[in-house]
Every structure is written in structure tokens, then in C-alpha cells.
């Protein structure tokens, strides 16, 4: 495992949950505990399909992966846009879920570090060393996912595309700390991931610049002011 990643991959896998303040012997204990193996793929290429079980679940070491399901119609909706540093399919490969009606494909080149949860699942409730260690910083992991996943909750429950885009831009100022930030995705996947549109959401987001509500130019945004949601 360790000849197949190259400093930078160590870099970026050290920034996240499972992985973060462990170097040297206890960084390797952890990839051999979570059977790591890592893969490149194209984009456009799946790494999962509709129907199939989830036995690994990823971290993106570099690129991008998208998580999502087509509704009644047949459409596509993002569930989640996974950036570097990020993992996917956390619950689908602990639960063991046979057919997960989810797709995830390489929305630009990516490199992927697949991680088992076998190892957890034989783990007594009670215990400690490294073993239980990493165990809890899975349980974390997955702790956080569902908040995020409350986030995408919110952007969806909104009745109009209005509420959800302002939602949706509340939402991306505070993860940057900034009211300018760039979005990790172009129009067609910006509305796929908020269940509308294309046309739609793009003469919603010019009615919402020429009111003074953002600024925009492709994927970068400035939130100007914020309005009531619906």
C-alpha cells in the first residue's frame, strides 16, 4: 500500500476524520486495518452502479466523485459532490445494503483509496489500542456525514428554487467562512444537486444578480445579501 501513494496522496488522506494527527507506524497500522487500496479512474467512469453492493467505501485523493439517483422520471439528482480529502458509501459498505438504488461516478479524473469495514464489525463494543481507536473515528466519521446530509435536507424540503438556492448559498458561505466562494460543480450538476431544472436555475440566478442578491461568473459567487426563505 505504501509504494502505491505518493506523498501527496498522504497528505490529502491525513486531513480527514479517520486518518488525521496519525504518521509513521500508527498511519500504516490504519490502512492495513481498513484493507486500503487505491485506484484511478477516468472521468465519466462508474465506480458504482445501481443494483450492486457497496463492499469498499472511498476517499478521493485527488478529482472529484459524485453520489446520485434518478427520481421518478428518470432524472438525476445529486446527493453528494465528494471533493478531495472526502469520503463516500460509508453506511451502504458497513450496512452491507444488497442493492443500493445510489450511482457513483468519477465526475473528473480521480483517484480513489477504497477502505474495508471489516475489521470494525469484528471489533468488541468495549476495548482499546489502535483497533478501537480507529472504530471510534469511524463512528465520527459517519456522525459528521449525517449532519451534512441534514444540510442537503434543508436545500430539498424548500417549496421553491428560490429558497433552495438561497438555502443552498448560506449554506457554501459558511463552509468558507466567506460570502465569495467557488463552486465545486457547473450549472447542469448545480442542478441536478438541487432537483431542478437547467434552464430554470439559470433564470433564477440571473433574476437573483439583477436584484442585488449575488454576483456570479461560471462556478464563482458572491452572496450580496440573504432573503426569507420559504
Not at 441536478?192 to 437573483?208: N, P, T, V
Request: charged share 25%.
Amino acid at each position: 500500500m505504501k509504494d502505491e501513494l505518493t506523498a501527496r496522496d498522504f497528505t490529502v488522506l491525513q486531513k480527514n476524520r479517520l486518518f488525521q494527527g496519525l504518521s509513521g507506524e500508527r498511519l500504516r497500522y490504519a490502512l492495513d486495518f481498513f484493507s486500503a487500496v487505491s485506484k484511478q479512474y477516468e472521468k465519466g467512469e462508474f465506480l458504482h452502479r445501481v443494483g450492486s453492493r457497496l463492499t469498499r467505501f472511498g476517499l478521493v485523493l485527488s478529482g472529484r466523485v459524485q453520489v446520485y439517483m434518478d427520481d421518478i422520471d428518470g432524472n438525476p439528482i445529486i446527493m453528494a459532490n465528494v471533493t478531495e480529502g472526502n469520503t463516500f458509501g460509508e453506511s451502504m459498505c458497513f450496512l452491507e445494503i444488497e442493492e443500493e438504488p445510489v450511482t457513483i461516478c468519477a465526475a473528473t479524473g480521480v483517484k480513489v483509496l477504497w477502505l474495508s469495514t471489516e475489521e470494525i464489525k469484528r471489533m468488541p463494543v468495549s476495548g482499546t489500542g489502535n483497533s478501537h481507536s480507529l472504530t471510534l473515528r469511524f463512528i465520527t466519521l459517519l456522525t459528521e456525514k449525517t449532519l451534512a446530509m441534514n444540510d442537503r435536507i434543508q436545500i430539498l424540503s424548500k417549496k421553491s428554487l428560490r429558497g433552495k438556492l438561497i438555502v443552498f448559498f448560506s449554506q457554501c458561505a459558511h463552509q468558507y467562512g466567506s460570502d465569495r466562494f467557488t463552486l465545486p460543480f457547473n450549472r447542469n450538476e448545480m442542478a441536478a444537486y438541487l432537483g431542478a431544472d437547467r434552464s430554470a436555475l439559470s433564470r433564477e440566478l440571473a433574476k437573483m444578480q439583477e436584484e442585488g442578491i449575488l454576483q456570479f461568473y461560471k462556478e464563482k459567487f458572491r452572496l450580496m445579501k440573504r432573503t426569507e426563505e420559504d
